[in-house]
């Protein structure tokens, strides 16, 4: 009979007890579900693709009994690796090297960034991450549009959207059409920027083709600007590429959006509505759009708004988007000629 020791990494029952290292990174999840128990690993599990949930389940049921001290130190592993993905979120790699180095040792330190950064690739203008938007301006605003539409549109909307509407007015329309129509743009180019913009590369981890840009990208910078900024740039852009404006505007509000109109201000909307165009637009919405509307109407006008919805039967998706496109438009002109206000990020509260 063998003998046995509760010395660790002695052999225990015949067998000698796995350290943590040799355990693989899917053990290691399969230990970890297992340890934060079912609920909380079910919420993960929502997150996953398929065939990740089938490989960690095979893992899990594959699992033999592993003692305390081995589970807190897969805890403790997993703390450290979020702990510093944090850190490089927030401040870059070298950040994150000093913070991990004074909380757990310069090798610890190492051993960790070298695990995330094996395979992180790194976005581009990464170093200007923590710099004041109204700085940056100063820095960039002599550039040429085609290079301020680059930097913008790797920023975070807030920061873009701050630079953007600080630009001079006949450079808005310009750079804003410039991210707009924005496809790929080469790391050797990327690059270029990067060392003008700060007289450094910032390390590229991959040599692939990195996309931004895009009609989507200049809706959310121009959804956070101000809308003495975003009607000036709307226009010039209608006198230069209207049928580019006419697809940004269609971005600019969602039909979802009305919820963020005032009472009043649906009740105006629903007097320049058709009826039949409602309650196609309403079909596809969830239950907080259509109790807002509900609401703003009449008990009989409401009551004869859901009857209408009921008995018009499946409808395609096709007629529901224009729909709530008509409305969408109709709302725009009410706004644009003062008659209702549409809350903005960033913008102060109206006070009448």
């Keep these: ?57 095979f893992e899990i049921a594959r699992l033999e009994t592993i003692d305390a001290e081995q589970k807190d130190a ?25 913070l991990l180095e004074k909380s757990l040792g310069s090798q610890k330190a190492i051993d960790i960034i070298n695990r995330l950064t094996s395979s992180l690739q790194v976005r581009p203008f990464d170093f200007i991450r923590r710099t004041d938007p109204a700085h940056l301006l ?38 804003a059409r410039r991210i707009a129509t924005m496809d790929r743009t080469s790391p050797e180019v990327l690059r270029e920027v990067e060392r003008v913009l700060e007289k450094k590369l ?38 230069e590429d209207p049928e580019l404006a006419e697809e940004i505007k269609k971005r600019m509000f969602v039909f979802e959006d009305i919820v963020m109109l005032d009472d009043r201000a649906i009740q105006k909307v629903m007097r320049e509505v058709d009826s039949q165009e409602l309650a196609k637009a309403l079909k596809s919405v969830d239950s907080e759009v259509q109790d807002k509307i509900f ?39 009410l706004e644009d000629t003062g008659e209702i206000v549409v809350a903005r990020a960033g913008e102060d509260e109206l006070v009448v």
């Design 295 to 333: 609401k703003n109407m009449s008990k009989r006008a409401a009551s004869m708004l859901k009857e209408d919805m009921e008995y018009m039967g499946p409808v395609r998706l096709k007629d529901v988007e224009e729909s709530q496109q008509k409305i969408v438009s109709i709302i725009r002109h």
């Design 202 to 239: 910032s390390s590229l981890s991959s040599e692939d083709y990195t996309a931004a840009g895009g009609v989507e990208s200049i809706v959310e910078i121009l959804n956070l600007v101000d809308r003495a900024s975003e009607k000036q740039i709307i226009e010039a852009l209608e006198d």
């Design 1 to 57: 009979m063998a003998k046995t020791s509760l010395t660790p990494g002695a052999v225990v029952g015949g067998s000698k007890k796995k350290g943590v290292k040799e355990y693989t990174g899917r053990q290691k999840a399969a230990i970890f579900l297992v340890t934060i128990g079912s609920e909380i690993s079910a919420e993960i599990f929502k997150f996953l693709r398929e065939d990740e949930i089938e490989t960690l389940t």
């Design 74 to 98: 897969i805890l403790q592993e997993f703390q450290e690796l979020m702990m510093a993905n944090q850190f490089i979120s927030t401040g870059g790699i070298d950040y994150a090297r000093e």
């Design 138 to 175: 100063n820095f960039i605003q002599q550039e040429h549009p085609q290079t301020i539409a680059l930097i913008l549109a790797y920023l975070e909307p807030n920061k873009a959207s701050v630079i953007l509407q600080n630009l001079p007015h006949e450079v808005q329309s310009d750079v």
